[in-house]
């Protein structure tokens, strides 16, 4: 009877044991850091380029939004841009037959789309001699 409990003492004992060393986060593969030197240029960040959180519109997917508002456009260019803590994407287009370029501005995190006014130059007009 006494072997019986020691028995299920034990079993009891590793079953515990294995149920803990399951609820563990998993340890990393390798132990040995990583250098800047080290890492791929493609994963190297500077300040005006990092991000806290990635874009959740991709440059595709702002290109779609814009086509949907402008029935019969051609994107001619898509840029992401990062002001005042948000990211936004500035996208040229035309429409067909017109000859200028229209913008748009398209939120990154939301996909929110707005036109963007065309710019009003400043300079007086210059007058042709008559």
Known sequence: MLSRNALVVIVATALTAAAAAAQQPAK???THSSTAAQAPA???KNAATSSAVAP???ADSAKKIVLAH???ATVTSTKLHHSGGKAYYAVSYKLKGDKKTMHAT????TGAFAET???????PAAKKPS
């Open 42 to 44: 493609a994963a190297k």
């Open 106 to 109: 398209v939120d990154a995190t």
């Open 70 to 72: 402008a029935a019969g």
């Open 56 to 58: 959740a519109v991709n």
């Open 117 to 123: 006014a065309p710019a009003v130059s400043t300079k």
């Open 28 to 30: 990393p593969a390798t």
